[in-house]
């Protein structure tokens, strides 16, 4: 195994520098919008780590699981801001991160990863397999219509209404039964990686379907145990930065003068899905679009179908409640954002147009919450 190169070695270590100008910043209690700004770059760069390590982690396997391993930790410092959030009483931050998790990576991350892997493409036309976002598009209209039907009962004052904390138990617990059913044989289906060297033999004669998965252009380069290290300190201290990320927020957006919404939607969202967003351009630019896509899809399955629902059964020890219940506008944007996913990628290819349409009906939406 190879050493890290000076460039990752110095974006490493530019990292280590902002999460602990984070922690000074927080308990020295610097002014709002530089203490916010540095947590916010702080928990951006330990998502880098996350998907940095993941992606060796994930040369031992296939694109499934490579890009289940990313979604899973890449989601850990959205887990813990919505926790704290909701420790602190912000609920508005908790339900805006949540969803704004899944439209951002829906719209302007998956949207951004088809217009790069589309001009990678020889014609113009980004392809990938078809079912993880079928998959994705099933699981994100479960969850979709438990929001719709929870919505619509608020807005008609009908008996079901005043019962809005049991619903969402219910349904909090149909989607993890839903998501389990889903996610394990999804895994266990997954293809191998294929090297260099197995897809020329298979090419010469091989055993048929050895070139079922993508061709891995490299092994790891790091070995288990300090792949295995940087996961552990990059996950315990996206739980701490995650705290003073929260703790920085609202005297943060008081003085810029945005919304709670703007806040949630777009800076909790962007920040902690940076993996997501680092991860799925790069795996597009280098042309390996099923697992830009599995890295992607995987993060929005996930979050709807399990991260969101763990969090409601969660919250009900915390101080704070989380359920089902969404605002008109959020209702509608992931109604329609589930219609947009499975019209695009359904038939398991993009073009950049379409890339392009995602990311503006993410660019409307973060217009909308400037004025919530």
Request: charged share 10%.
């Amino acid at each position: 195994m190879s050493a890290l190169t000076p460039r990752e070695r110095s974006i490493l270590g530019l990292i280590a520098v902002l999460t602990a100008l984070a922690g000074l910043a927080n308990y020295q209690t610097w002014a709002a919008v530089p203490r916010f700004a540095i947590a916010t770059l702080a928990l951006a760069g330990l998502a880098w780590v996350v998907s940095f390590a993941t992606e060796q982690l994930g040369e031992r396997f296939g694109p499934g699981v490579t890009g289940m391993l990313q979604s899973t930790l890449g989601n850990l410092p959205e887990l813990f801001v919505v926790i704290f959030a909701l420790q602190k009483g912000e609920l508005v931050v908790a339900q805006t991160a949540i969803v704004g998790s899944i439209l951002a990576n829906a719209l302007l991350v998956l949207g951004l990863v088809i217009v790069v892997g589309a001009r990678r493409a020889p014609d113009g036309i980004m392809r990938f397999s078809t079912r993880l976002p079928r998959d994705t598009a099933t699981l994100l209209q479960v969850t979709v219509f438990i929001i719709v039907l929870l919505g619509l009962s608020l807005a008609a004052h009908d008996p079901a209404s005043h019962h809005v904390n049991s619903i969402s138990i219910v349904g909090a617990i149909c989607l993890l039964v839903v998501y389990g059913a889903w996610v394990v044989p999804y895994l266990r289906d997954d293809p191998a990686p294929v090297s260099a060297d197995e897809a020329a033999a298979a090419a010469a004669g091989g055993p048929p379907g050895a070139l079922a998965a993508e061709v891995s252009p490299s092994g790891p380069r790091l070995s288990l145990r300090f792949t295995l290290a940087l996961l552990l300190v990059a996950g315990v201290s996206s739980a701490f930065v995650s705290d003073w990320f929260i703790n920085g927020l609202a005297p943060a957006i008081s003085q810029l003068h945005i919304s709670q919404a703007f806040a949630g939607l777009v800076i909790v969202a962007i920040a902690g899905n940076a993996v997501e967003n680092t991860a799925g351009l790069v795996l597009a630019s280098k042309g390996r679009s099923d697992l830009a896509i599995s890295v992607v899809k995987n993060s929005v399955a996930q979050i709807a179908a399990f991260l969101f629902p763990l969090l409601v059964l969660v919250s009900f020890a915390l101080s704070t409640t989380l359920t089902f219940a969404l605002a008109p506008v959020y209702i509608g944007a992931l109604l329609l954002t589930t219609l947009a996913l499975a019209q695009i990628t359904g038939d398991g290819e993009a073009g950049a147009f379409e890339g392009w349409a995602l990311v503006a009906l993410y660019v409307i939406l973060a217009t909308f919450t400037l004025y919530e």
